[in-house]
């Protein structure tokens, strides 16, 4: 299974990275739109997003997502690792996904990020 992910995970970064960027610039995305977005509520609490969107160019999305939901699941334990390390708290389960882009641009890529409580994931928004 590991070796398995870690297939995928290179796969992502030949296909979807120019060779002059670093491998974990996908993972340092996640990090960053945690850090961005994060809401103080309190001294203990600071609440990041939880639900992201790694849009890809349709040739890439296709190839990763052909082998199933392992990759979302492995940059969700990065996001997740992330928080633990930084103190952050999650409104709901963490979840990544990966969609296909309008846009076709080899080597681009776009990550979305929000807070999505646990009564929203529920109702499907």
């Known amino acids: 299974m590991e070796q398995t992910m870690e297939r995928w995970t290179n796969a992502l970064w030949r296909l979807l990275l120019p060779p002059r960027r670093k491998q974990g610039e996908v993972v340092s995305i996640l990090r960053r739109r945690c850090d961005e977005q994060a809401l103080i509520l309190g001294r203990q609490r600071v609440l990041v997003p ?8 349709p040739p890439v999305h296709q190839q990763l997502t052909a082998h ?36 076709s641009a080899v080597g681009r890529f776009r990550v979305h990020g929000r807070i999505a409580p646990l009564a929203a994931q529920r109702r499907g928004e």
């Not at 699941?73 to 969609?99: C, D, I, K, N």
């Open 50 to 57: 939880n639900r992201f969107v790694v849009e890809l160019p």
């Open 68 to 103: 199933g939901g392992e990759l979302g699941r492995h940059l969700a334990v990065q996001v997740r690792r992330h928080a633990a390390e930084s103190g952050y708290t999650f409104a709901g389960p963490v979840a990544v996904h990966l969609e296909p882009s309008a846009s």
